[in-house]
């Protein structure tokens, strides 16, 4: 079974910087796509961005310039940097995980817990 658990999120000021983690436990899987979303309140979640196991990246226009996703798959982590934050970046992050148990051909998304980020003007 395969876990992922988050850290980084917090309280910062406009125009500050965080750096979310994400470490994926657990054992008998390959990590296939990991990445960010988000939910800020009474909105959907959506993508933030995302990382191949062969590095390619995706992201949101709305961060595209200011974050930047990147993973250790030595440590099966992904990071996401943030930088220049706005108050519209608040939200919970989830990390979300695509994973192939050893043995099969399933494909299954894992997601974190979510961690806030808020965002003060």
């Known amino acids: 079974q395969v876990r992922l658990v988050e850290s980084g999120g917090g309280l910062v000021q406009a125009g500050g910087s965080l750096r979310l983690s994400c470490a994926a436990s657990g054992s008998g899987f390959s990590l296939e796509v990991m990445g960010w979303y988000r939910q800020a309140p009474g909105e959907q979640r959506e993508l933030v961005a995302v990382?191949?196991?062969?590095?390619?990246?995706n992201y949101a226009d709305s961060v595209k310039g200011r974050f930047a996703i990147s993973r250790d798959n030595n440590k099966n982590t992904v990071y996401l940097q943030m930088n220049s934050l706005k108050p519209e970046d608040t939200a919970v992050y989830y990390c979300?995980?695509?994973?192939?148990?050893?043995?099969?051909?399933?494909?299954?998304?894992?997601w974190g817990q979510g961690t806030l980020v808020t965002v003060s003007s």
């Open positions: 990382t191949g196991s062969g590095g390619s990246t």
């Open positions: 979300i995980a695509g994973v192939i148990p050893r043995g099969t051909f399933r494909y299954i998304e894992v």
